[in-house]
């Protein structure tokens, strides 16, 4: 196995394991926010129990960091990569011939949630830092709704923005999902049942994030 | 037809190059593109002027020698076809055609639209062969029983001709539709078996020596291959590839 990790392929499926690793974050995030719009005391509940439980902040969030950075900095190296191997540009590039836009434009809308993440972080990462660390606040299990929702209340800018970020995710998991399980290998009578599936939870899961954000907007108007 | 021409010119591989345009006149819908260009060519000689050089050899789309980027795509704006298939009657009167040499830097340009494809044979070199004796005791090839499904999807990826049309339409010009052709090819069959792992690590391993980029699933290449290369061949590369780095 010497030289692996050096390999085309070998970055094209470290690549893909750690988008199928993020998708699944995002699906157990989306269930969790989702408890928000129909029963704000489970969302209490469950964002209490993540925001506590040793496994899921000791291991599983330095683990899901690490996966993040690497996704994102693995994604600029190929990037790199692949703009030094065409050399020469061309003077007319047909691309939309042959390729959907989403495809080739993986890097613009990965930016776009690399961004995204960064207000992300300062929205609800960093307090959550400041208010357990640094303020040492004594632990209170009924916060994290009313917490979520004041972000959202009077602020149209901020849906706005978290609207788009998501509608630009939908446009990197239409590409991507799908993607990864034909740089593992997959091709095979279930392939055209994955690329259903994979379709199916690019659009649906933004745009149920999407969805809990202007609900919460107008819900507090 | 009259066609406004946007040639690329370069006088050698140190040359920087860059385009000039030609009006060529008298043009039949029923020419093909190669045949176009000779006319063009016949004007510039009689003007005193360098021909454009490209590469052309059997001019019936089995070689893969013609490689040109018209108009923004690999073989030009037709499916299925090399250039020299291509037929002026996919162009109307006074339209403007860019013709570009394909672009990668493991395709560095030799001169105007010629490229040098010898990355392509390198790949071959590495692993794109069985070691089967032949001389003499060769077995009769129905004497090793090989499934209709594999035969078929082996002999489709052999109809690689290597023209490049993969690499050039490529956003990131990476030659996994190729290499993964020509694993295949081998690796769907018996005989293929034997050298399996280290065909595989062996062509990959040149492949990126070579400089092409990285197989990021867009379809272009699958889209523009003038042989209808499958992409399922790249995901038995990736198949392969990993297997062989595992249990090799």
């Known amino acids: 196995m010497a030289g692996i990790s050096k390999t085309s392929i070998a970055r094209k499926v470290a690549m893909a394991l750690s988008g199928l690793f993020l998708v699944l974050f995002l699906a157990q995030h989306f269930t969790i926010n989702f408890t928000s719009v129909v029963s704000p005391s489970t969302f209490n509940e469950i964002s209490h129990f993540m925001g506590t439980n040793f496994v899921v902040q000791a291991i599983l969030q330095p683990i899901l960091i690490a996966g993040v950075v690497f996704h994102f900095v ?10 030094k191997a065409r050399g020469v540009k061309y003077n007319k590039f047909n691309g939309q011939a042959n390729s959907p836009w989403v ?32 303020e040492t606040n004594p632990d209170d299990p009924f916060r994290y709704y009313d ?12 849906t706005g923005l978290y609207s788009i ?15 990864s399980f034909q740089t593992m290998g997959v091709n095979n009578k279930y392939s055209s049942g994955i690329k ?5 939870f690019a659009i649906v899961i933004p745009m149920g994030f999407v969805f809990i954000a202007i609900f919460h907007y107008f819900n507090n108007l | 037809m009259k066609l406004k021409l946007k040639v690329w010119r370069q006088e050698d591989a140190q040359d920087k190059g860059g ?25 510039l000689v009689n003007e005193g002027i360098d021909p454009v050089e490209f590469d052309h050899d059997c001019r019936e789309g089995i070689c893969g020698s013609c490689s040109l980027q018209i108009n923004g795509e690999p073989h030009g704006p037709d499916r299925r076809i090399t250039t020299c298939q291509l037929h002026m009657r996919k162009f109307k009167d006074g339209d403007e055609i860019v013709i570009e040499p394909f672009r990668a830097t493991a395709f560095p340009v030799i001169k105007d639209l010629v490229i040098d494809r010898s990355a392509f044979d390198r790949i071959q070199h590495a692993g794109g062969y069985i070691s089967v004796n032949t001389s003499g005791n060769t077995q009769d090839a129905n004497s090793i029983p090989i499934d209709k499904q594999d035969a078929d ?14 690499v050039a339409a490529c956003k990131n010009a990476s030659a996994m539709l190729f290499t993964s052709a020509k694993v295949s090819q081998f690796a769907l069959l018996p005989q293929g078996k034997i ?4 065909r595989v690590l062996e062509m990959v391993h040149q492949m990126d020596k070579e400089g092409f980029g990285n197989c990021t699933n867009t379809g272009a290449c699958e889209i523009e291959c003038p042989k209808g290369i499958s992409l399922e061949n790249i995901a038995r590369l990736n198949r392969e590839y990993l297997s062989a780095s595992v249990f090799s």
Do not use: Q
């Not at chain 1, 434009?105 to 640094?134: C, Q, R, T």
């Not at chain 1, 259903?196 to 199916?200: E, R």
């Open chain 1, 74 to 83: 693995m994604g600029f190296v190929l990037d790199i990569r692949n703009r």
């Open chain 1, 103 to 134: 495809s080739r434009n993986m890097i613009l809308s990965g930016s776009v949630v690399l961004a995204f993440l960064g207000l992300h972080f300062y929205d609800f990462w960093i307090p959550e830092l400041i208010h357990k660390y640094v």
């Open chain 1, 147 to 158: 917490e979520t929702i004041a972000k959202f209340a009077g602020n149209p800018i901020r």
């Open chain 1, 165 to 179: 970020s998501f509608v630009l995710l939908m446009l990197h998991l239409l590409h991507g999902f799908a993607s």
């Open chain 1, 196 to 200: 259903i599936f994979t379709k199916a």
């Open chain 2, 19 to 43: 385009f000039k345009n030609y009006d060529v006149d008298g043009i039949d819908g029923d020419m093909s593109f190669l045949e176009m260009l000779d006319v063009l060519n016949n004007n």
């Open chain 2, 153 to 166: 999807d082996s002999f489709y990826a052999a109809t690689c001709i290597g023209c490049g049309a993969c």
């Open chain 2, 195 to 198: 050298e399996a792992h280290e």
